[in-house]
């Protein structure tokens, strides 16, 4: 007897825009503007994570009129409320797309809009987290930092009055880019702005060990209380004692790290061993254009692959709103609505 999965409270924390467009939406813009339509790939296994990259990049290719970045803010917001989430914030890789819409501030009030617009139509409150990338250098980086500095202390760009960039990230492959030379960038960005320090790390690293290596020095040189994926840390007791001591929350992406080959198998994926080590960690869909599903069919999975009972679901649902940025009225009511969930008889 299980209880209603689509009816437990939920924020995402780690899913990004692009990778939630529509792959019906994807279609369509891409007819319209021209594009060649690119393949399917939901459910299917990535070779290498340049081809992960690129199918990523050719979504981004196919926003290029205002109306395209609230669509995709909006059927974003939608899809999150059909999942049962209340607060969603998902990460922009702004810097392949921007120039397009005036830069990167321009399109950061474009999606200010697009977000005030979403919210009022669907519910679900948002949050953006503005990512630099790896690949495109430190200097890059700290530029884009300075820009998220600047707008968070003068207060410039807000959703529906309240913060809309709430993070900081890091994105793209690990692989020859640890987290340290981004260190100055995440201080302009983070420090004394309240923006969070939200890079990935521990997903995809060259062996051995180093995708664990990359979670320490999220931990420890980027401040990070929160890392998109952090499950390479599994298999090391000095970094999973440090993210138990610290309280750091992984937010894991379990169809994602199976089809990016991060874990050979679903049943071997590390989720079950973290959270019973007393690793914090969320539940999340990463990008449903990409590996299909969402947040929704995540929980499933994880009930009914890596067999969590709905205590644990439930945890990871609270998890989601305690390390979140939303503000303190969606968090209480996500939590209140967690305890209820808790209290319902099992159908």
């Given at each position: 007897m299980q209880r209603d999965?689509?009816?437990?409270p939920k924020a995402e924390l780690h899913i990004h825009l692009e990778g939630a467009m529509r792959y019906e939406t994807l279609v369509e813009l891409s007819t319209q503007y021209g594009l060649e339509v690119p393949a399917d790939t939901r459910g299917k296994r990535f070779d290498h994570f340049g081809h992960f990259v690129q199918t990523y990049v050719t979504a981004c290719?196919?926003?290029?009129?205002?109306?395209?970045?609230?669509?995709?803010?909006?059927?974003?917001?939608?899809?999150?409320?059909?999942?049962?989430?209340?607060?969603?914030?998902?990460?922009?890789?702004?810097?392949?797309?921007?120039k397009r819409f005036g830069g990167t501030f321009a399109t950061l009030q474009i999606l200010m809009r697009a977000a005030e617009a979403a919210e009022s139509s669907?519910?679900?409150g948002i949050g953006f987290i503005v990512a630099c990338e790896r690949d495109m250098g430190v200097s890059q980086a700290e530029a884009m930092a300075e820009i998220v500095r600047?707008?968070?202390?003068?207060?410039?760009?807000?959703?529906?009055?309240?913060?809309?960039?709430?993070?900081?990230?890091?994105?793209?492959?690990?692989a020859g880019h640890p987290p340290a030379p981004f260190e100055k960038a995440f201080k302009i960005a983070c420090e004394g702005t309240g923006v969070k320090a939200l890079p990935h790390g521990g997903e995809i690293a060259p062996a051995p060990n180093k995708g664990a290596d990359s979670v320490s020095d999220c931990v420890s040189v980027l401040n990070s209380q929160r890392i998109g994926h952090g499950v390479l840390a599994a298999d090391d007791e000095v970094v999973l004692k440090k993210l138990v001591e610290t309280g750091v929350c992984l937010d894991v992406c379990v169809t994602s790290n199976y089809l990016l080959s991060v874990v050979p198998?679903?049943?071997?994926?590390?989720?079950?061993?973290?959270?019973?080590?007393?690793?914090?960690?969320?539940?999340?869909?990463?990008?449903?254009?990409?590996?299909?599903?969402?947040?929704?069919?995540e929980y499933e999975l994880?009930?009914?692959?890596?067999?969590?009972d709905d205590a644990s679901l439930a945890k990871c649902a609270t998890?989601?709103?305690?390390?979140?940025?939303?503000?303190?009225?969606?968090?209480?009511?996500?939590?209140?609505?967690?305890?209820?969930?808790?209290?319902?008889?099992?159908?």
């Open positions: 999965l689509s009816a437990l290719e196919c926003l290029r009129d205002e109306s395209d970045l609230f669509r995709l803010v909006r059927e974003v917001a939608e899809d999150a409320a059909a999942s049962g989430a209340l607060w969603i914030e998902p990460a922009l890789s702004i810097e392949v797309y921007s669907t519910g679900v600047e707008q968070a202390l003068s207060k410039t760009l807000l959703i529906n009055g309240k913060p809309g960039v709430i993070g900081f990230g890091l994105h793209s492959n690990e198998s679903l049943s071997e994926h590390p989720l079950p061993k973290l959270l019973a080590l007393g690793v914090v960690c969320t539940i999340n869909s990463d990008d449903p254009l990409l590996f299909g599903g969402n947040l929704l069919s994880c009930r009914k692959e890596l067999h969590l998890a989601s709103f305690v390390h979140s940025c939303a503000p303190p009225t969606i968090r209480q009511k996500g939590l209140e609505g967690i305890e209820k969930w808790n209290q319902t008889a099992c159908a």
